[in-house]
């Protein structure tokens, strides 16, 4: 689900680090853009050649956005896989300036990535009259260096729906990262515009639990270990909630744990099912504290006020009442309320300490 990204001006023990973190994360495949810089063709095929090695002790393949002009850089009378294989090149996401023809001819040789922002159905119904390989077409959309030229949800969500409509099913986009952006502008490297300044977590996890999107890129150069880490818990199916406690308490332990909403989710809580089945909370932790206004994110446990229900932890996914028979504990940092929406009922989840 998760890959990143690397370029030709990075140095080569940059490029060797994205591979290595791609391997952490199961990534069969890393983005590049395949825009060989004028006058250094010599350095960006020697780069080529390091890549294609690395590809290869990795076990990781390239795709690379491509111009007609970079693939025109490609030895004549070889076809056009056999060529790209040698830098570890698995897929083509095909830049403007292909016709209708070139994309299905390159299909035919190696898997072609459309740009799934700007075709249109009518350009799909074409490429398939023309026998385009099928089973060698993706579709990812743009991202967009430049502030204000995202993508809006509505857009992406059109688009996504058009292209599984047309049999399109393997979709990517990109989030920005958080630690070292790309230049020249170095405002993050998003699809959706409302992901410019978002946690990449969450981007991720609103591209794939609302989008629909297959394959995520992070398009910039880095992400803090921090997110990598949160970005593990997605991983295994499991979303991150970072929170700060408000209570001192060796207790807590139990509380930073994986917790499942229950499977008939409540509206206004989420309610973990392990919290009154199979934590063994102490007596302290269910003595009642001074009630407190329980805001949208508090992490709240009912005492032993609530009778049967003692010991239930629960998350305000509004603003609700203080109430006598319920403790709150801590507060979701602001950063993470978003997530919330996304723990449905029979959804994982685990609370951080912040």
Known sequence: ?????????QPLKQIEETFQRAVRFGAKELFTSLQLSKGNEMEDGKKLEFIGRLARCYGVGVAADVTPSALSCLPVGVGVAKALNRWGMVALRLDDGFSLDE?????????????AST???REIRELVSRQIDWSNVEAWHNFY????????GDTLAKQNRMLRQCGITSIGAFIPGNAQRRGPLYKGLPTLEDHREADPVYACIELVEKYK?????IGDLAASD?????????????????YQPTVQASWLSLVETVHTNRRDAARDVIR?????????WPQEALRSIDPAPRLTGSVTIDNERYGRYAGELQIALTDLPADDNVNVIGRVIKEDVPLLQHIGG??????IRC
């Open 1 to 9: 689900m998760l890959s990143f990204s690397f370029y030709l001006f």
């Open 226 to 242: 921090d997110v990598l880490k949160r970005m593990k818990w997605i991983q295994s199916g499991i979303i991150p909630i970072r």
């Open 119 to 121: 075709i249109t159905e």
């Open 272 to 280: 973990s099912v392990e919290s009154r089945r199979s934590l063994a």
């Open 346 to 351: 029979g959804r994982a989840f685990c609370l």
């Open 103 to 115: 994309t299905v001819r390159l299909s035919k040789q190696i898997r072609v990535v459309l740009n």
């Open 145 to 152: 260096p430049r502030p204000e030229t995202g993508l809006s």
């Open 213 to 217: 999107v297959e394959k995520v890129f």
